[in-house]
């Protein structure tokens, strides 16, 4: 049987090594973020949190960045997929 959810780095090379960090000071709630996320995620509420958008269905595309008029959210590298020693 095909194992199509075993991860194998020989094969696969990681898209995107970051997320999308709000800061909370400066978001006014306006929804142009979520306006513009290609996939309906909810970015406004994350901001208003001051959570970093992890999701499963981010595409890290960078719209709800490039959108927000008051430069609330930011690219921000993580560690999520780098190897354990």
């Known amino acids: ?21 709000p800061d909370a000071d400066r ?4 929804g142009i973020c979520v306006y513009n996320c290609p996939v309906g995620i909810d970015v406004r509420a994350h901001a208003w949190r001051g959570e970093p958008i992890i999701h499963e269905y981010c595409l890290t595309c960078g719209e709800c960045v490039a959108r927000c008029p ?10 999520l997929f780098s190897k354990k020693k």
């Open 70 to 79: 008051r430069g609330a959210l930011r690219f921000e590298k993580t560690d």
């Open 1 to 21: 049987m095909l194992d199509l959810f075993r991860y194998d780095a020989k094969k696969h090379t990681i898209l995107a090594a970051g997320q999308v960090a």
């Open 27 to 30: 978001c006014v709630q306006c």
